[in-house]
């Protein structure tokens, strides 16, 4: 090859940094024949956290390496995945041969791409290699069950494109037409091809000058319409995309981890095409024009060249006028230096204030739909009848203009269903405002606080239109996690929310959560897996390291998620200045935990499904909020643990107390820290030392 263009593996399905040291799979090679000539495609390294030498996530690696090979070599159809280990150090992997490679070239091809992995991406817990004759993907975290329908997103997919340019005695079109009637062909007869030994699995030769060679196949254990949708992604990146055509690239090697499909002007695979395919007819040419004589083309040319003057001139009037009418009032909105202007870099629009203003009806009551600790929120609607909802920020102190710069260069980088959209911002030099998709629910506090309640006390017709169901709590909680996993691994950058309560996720028209409200975020250096910073939050969300020193990494945001699903679940929050009890929420779970009374904390109307589930959740809470930040879990086991019931859940330990002011007295300890906060007043703002808030001590308590 001698060009490759490798692009990342999906965010979504194929997220986190992983690493692999393969002292089995070396032995393996070792009692091998040479393998057939296989090249290394390429590797793509996943952007995670490295493992430790040694380590046991090394010991269940070393069994993934030995086994991957020998089963896949063993499988008909060349394939195996297998899982070692428990969370948080397990072990998973994929192997896909080649449909048409034997045993032996097989077992060497995956054993190699496990060598590769450690070349390539030493002491990181997960990578994706491709090579010619195989694909191996393996990671720290659980990838396997990706193929759930709630979880196979083909949008999602992003695929690495091998190529390697040359040049064809055709023309352009005519060979982009063979190339695209090639992988059509194999699109449609791998899809078809479902024995077992071959299932999904055809190679193709096009009657072309050159002759076209061709590849498709697809994990055996997709469904029919998931290969089919993911041979078609890639069928549609390769075959529209220039850069993948321009040159008559000489062979294109598309993949994702599900699926491959390649083309080549020389044949790759072994025995004779299962497709025989006729060359496309020749696309007609343009018709030529029959050149003038001598002085009239001069003449014609001349009046030519003046027309196109002439209208080349007339057009950029009137493109002058146009800019200058639209963006005028623009430009007088933004003519101070105001400091968020660069901000506009991002793929966001600049509002004029007062297109918010007539949108919100000059920010009246009646439109408020909230208010926090830096402003209010407002609903709009602007003049082609979008819905929006408009943040503001009080003021233009130092605080108010990071929060939003920080909001805006983060939202305008992240996509997920499960992060609320940013449209846009205003920069006016007196007001600063965020403009959002406008979320009809509102926020998840109304529905397991307030308006659940009232219903809970006054109803009187029997309805409950306006509570939750069980079914759409863990959906809430499942969703939540998925957003967290998105922030912590998935992402470009690695993102800390610091503030995730109750009150920041918004739940839309189908009652999926959206996590909002970005200005506290921190994003985390490449290779960084903490940091420190001044401590701003909520209480009763914030874990004790951070409540302590300020230091901030992927835990805290466990933390606050653990607080936040004992409230789901429980329906009670755990920083409520309408709560006259000595002990909080975490407190109280743990005690119904040890007293084995936990039902009593649950909803009556639960059936027995729901009850088992809810039970589990609470368990996997009480793991999120252990005061020690290295003994909560991964986001990406929280993921895990609640996808998979039948997963074992270590069992959990005193969690990380926080009660009243009155209560700092009935509380002493045997040696275990805890954290005492003033409920009466949540929020913390930035720039407040610790030391200074009364209202904050350290004491010792012990479960009583």
């Given at each position: 090859?001698?060009?490759?263009?490798?692009?990342?593996?999906?965010?979504?399905?194929?997220?986190?940094?992983?690493?692999?040291?393969?002292?089995?799979?070396?032995?393996?090679?070792?009692?091998?024949?040479?393998?057939?000539?296989?090249?290394?495609?390429?590797?793509?390294?996943?952007?995670?956290?490295?493992?430790?030498?040694?380590?046991?996530?090394?010991?269940?690696?070393?069994?993934?390496?030995?086994?991957?090979?020998?089963?896949?070599?063993?499988?008909?159809?060349?394939?195996?995945?297998?899982?070692?280990?428990?969370?948080?150090?397990?072990?998973?992997?994929?192997?896909?041969?080649?449909?048409?490679?034997?045993?032996?070239?097989?077992?060497?091809?995956?054993?190699?791409?496990?060598?590769?992995?450690?070349?390539?991406?030493?002491?990181?817990?997960?990578?994706?290699?491709?090579?010619?004759?195989?694909?191996?993907?393996?990671?720290?975290?659980?990838?396997?069950?990706?193929?759930?329908?709630?979880?196979?997103?083909?949008s999602e997919l992003v695929p690495s494109i091998f190529t390697d340019p040359?040049?064809?005695?055709?023309?352009?079109?005519?060979?982009?037409?063979?190339?695209?009637?090639?992988?059509?062909?194999?699109?449609?007869?791998?899809?078809?091809?479902?024995?077992?030994?071959?299932?999904?699995?055809?190679?193709?030769?096009?009657?072309?000058?050159?002759?076209?060679?061709?590849?498709?196949?697809?994990?055996?254990?997709?469904?029919?319409?998931?290969?089919?949708?993911?041979?078609?992604?890639?069928?549609?990146?390769?075959?529209?995309?220039?850069?993948?055509?321009?040159?008559?690239?000489?062979?294109?090697?598309?993949?994702?981890?599900?699926?491959?499909?390649?083309?080549?002007?020389?044949?790759?695979?072994?025995?004779?095409?299962?497709?025989?395919?006729?060359?496309?007819?020749?696309?007609?040419?343009?018709?030529?024009?029959?050149?003038?004589?001598?002085?009239?083309?001069?003449?014609?040319?001349?009046?030519?060249?003046?027309?196109?003057?002439?209208?080349?001139?007339?057009?950029?009037?009137?493109?002058?006028?146009?800019?200058?009418?639209?963006?005028?009032?623009?430009?007088?909105?933004?003519?101070?230096?105001?400091?968020?202007?660069?901000?506009?870099?991002?793929?966001?629009?600049?509002?004029?204030?007062?297109?918010?203003?007539?949108?919100?009806?000059?920010?009246?009551?009646?439109?408020?739909?909230?208010?926090?600790?830096?402003?209010?929120?407002?609903?709009?609607?602007?003049?082609?009848?979008?819905?929006?909802?408009?943040?503001?920020?009080?003021?233009?102190?130092e605080h108010g203009l990071d929060q939003l710069h920080n909001e805006v260069?983060?939202?305008?980088?992240?996509?997920?269903?499960?992060?609320?959209?940013?449209?846009?911002?205003?920069?006016?030099?007196?007001?600063?405002?965020?403009?959002?998709?406008?979320?009809?629910?509102?926020?998840?506090?109304?529905?397991?606080?307030?308006?659940?309640?009232?219903?809970?006390?006054?109803?009187?017709?029997?309805?409950?239109?306006?509570?939750?169901?069980?079914?759409?709590?863990?959906?809430?909680?499942?969703?939540?996690?998925?957003?967290?996993?998105?922030?912590?691994?998935?992402?470009?950058?690695?993102?800390?929310?610091?503030?995730?309560?109750?009150?920041?996720?918004?739940?839309?028209?189908?009652?999926?959560?959206?996590?909002?409200?970005?200005?506290?975020?921190?994003?985390?250096?490449?290779?960084?897996?903490?940091?420190?910073?001044?401590?701003?939050?909520?209480?009763?969300?914030?874990?004790?390291?951070?409540?302590?020193?300020?230091?901030?990494?992927?835990?805290?945001?466990?933390?606050?998620?653990?607080?936040?699903?004992?409230?789901?679940?429980?329906?009670?929050?755990?920083?409520?200045?309408?709560?006259?009890?000595?002990?909080?929420?975490?407190?109280?779970?743990?005690?119904?935990?040890?007293?084995?009374?936990?039902?009593?904390?649950?909803?009556?109307?639960?059936?027995?499904?729901?009850?088992?589930?809810?039970?589990?959740?609470?368990?996997?809470?009480?793991?999120?909020?252990?005061?020690?930040?290295?003994?909560?879990?991964?986001?990406?086991?929280?993921?895990?643990?609640?996808?998979r019931e039948s997963m074992e859940l270590q069992p959990p330990e005193q969690?990380?107390?926080?009660?009243?002011?009155?209560?700092?007295?009935?509380?002493?300890?045997?040696?275990?820290?805890?954290?005492?906060?003033?409920?009466?007043?949540?929020?913390?703002?930035?720039?407040?030392?610790?030391?200074?808030?009364?209202?904050?001590?350290?004491?010792?308590?012990?479960?009583?």
């Amino acid at each position: 090859m001698q060009e490759r263009d490798a692009a990342l593996l999906p965010r979504a399905m194929l997220a986190g940094r992983y690493a692999v040291v393969v002292v089995v799979a070396l032995a393996y090679l070792l009692l091998l024949p040479p393998p057939a000539a296989a090249a290394t495609l390429g590797t793509v390294c996943d952007d995670s956290s490295p493992y430790l030498a040694n380590s046991t996530f090394q010991a269940n690696l070393n069994l993934l390496a030995a086994a991957l090979p020998v089963n896949a070599s063993a499988s008909p159809a060349g394939f195996a995945n297998a899982t070692f280990g428990t969370v948080p150090d397990q072990a998973n992997g994929l192997a896909l041969c080649r449909g048409d490679t034997n045993a032996s070239n097989c077992r060497a091809c995956v054993a190699a791409a496990f060598v590769d992995a450690n070349q390539d991406c030493p002491l990181f817990k997960g990578a994706t290699v491709y090579r010619d004759a195989c694909v191996l993907r393996f990671a720290g975290r659980q990838f396997l069950d990706s193929l759930k329908p709630d979880q196979w997103i083909v949008s999602e997919l992003v695929p690495s494109i091998f190529t390697d340019p040359g040049s064809a005695n055709t023309s352009d079109a005519w060979f982009s037409a063979a190339v695209t009637g090639i992988f059509t062909a194999l699109v449609d007869r791998a899809v078809a091809a479902t024995n077992a030994t071959r299932k999904y699995f055809v190679t193709a030769e096009m009657d072309f000058d050159p002759k076209l060679y061709g590849l498709a196949q697809c994990t055996p254990d997709l469904t029919t319409t998931q290969c089919r949708d993911c041979l078609t992604d890639l069928l549609n990146i390769v075959t529209t995309q220039r850069q993948y055509l321009s040159g008559r690239n000489l062979s294109n090697s598309a993949f994702v981890v599900w699926c491959t499909l390649i083309y080549n002007v020389s044949p790759f695979y072994d025995g004779r095409a299962m497709l025989q395919l006729a060359a496309p007819p020749e696309p007609p040419t343009s018709d030529t024009l029959t050149p003038p004589s001598s002085g009239a083309g001069r003449k014609g040319t001349a009046a030519i060249i003046s027309a196109a003057i002439a209208c080349f001139i007339v057009l950029i009037l009137i493109i002058s006028v146009f800019c200058f009418l639209r963006f005028r009032r623009r430009i007088k909105a933004t003519r101070d230096d105001h400091p968020l202007k660069k901000i506009g870099k991002s793929q966001c629009t600049i509002f004029d204030l007062s297109t918010l203003q007539e949108a919100t009806e000059q920010f009246s009551e009646n439109n408020k739909l909230g208010e926090g600790g830096f402003g209010a929120v407002y609903k709009g609607i602007l003049s082609d009848g979008q819905e929006i909802a408009v943040k503001t920020l009080l003021g233009r102190t130092e605080h108010g203009l990071d929060q939003l710069h920080n909001e805006v260069l983060l939202l305008a980088e992240l996509q997920h269903k499960n992060l609320v959209r940013l449209h846009g911002f205003c920069p006016h030099q007196n007001v600063t405002l965020l403009v959002y998709e406008y979320i009809k629910n509102g926020s998840l506090d109304n529905f397991i606080f307030g308006i659940f309640l009232f219903i809970h006390i006054y109803k009187k017709d029997g309805s409950n239109r306006n509570a939750l169901n069980w079914e759409q709590q863990y959906n809430i909680i499942l969703g939540i996690a998925k957003g967290i996993l998105y922030l912590h691994e998935d992402s470009t950058m690695r993102i800390i929310h610091r503030d995730l309560k109750a009150n920041n996720i918004l739940l839309d028209d189908h009652m999926e959560p959206k996590i909002a409200d970005f200005g506290l975020a921190k994003f985390l250096e490449e290779g960084h897996t903490q940091t420190q910073t001044a401590i701003v939050g909520t209480f009763g969300y914030m874990a004790p390291e951070y409540v302590y020193s300020g230091s901030v990494s992927p835990k805290v945001d466990v933390f606050s998620f653990g607080v936040l699903l004992l409230e789901i679940v429980s329906r009670r929050s755990n920083c409520s200045p309408d709560d006259h009890s000595n002990v909080n929420l975490i407190s109280d779970v743990w005690d119904h935990w040890m007293k084995g009374t936990m039902r009593q904390m649950l909803h009556p109307s639960l059936d027995e499904f729901a009850v088992r589930q809810a039970l589990r959740c609470i368990h996997i809470g009480l793991l999120c909020v252990q005061p020690e930040p290295e003994n909560r879990p991964d986001i990406s086991a929280v993921v895990f643990m609640l996808n998979r019931e039948s997963m074992e859940l270590q069992p959990p330990e005193q969690p990380a107390f926080f009660f009243g002011r009155e209560s700092t007295s009935a509380s002493q300890s045997d040696g275990q820290r805890s954290y005492v906060y003033d409920r009466s007043g949540c929020i913390m703002q930035q720039g407040i030392s610790v030391n200074d808030i009364n209202d904050i001590t350290l004491s010792e308590l012990y479960p009583r």
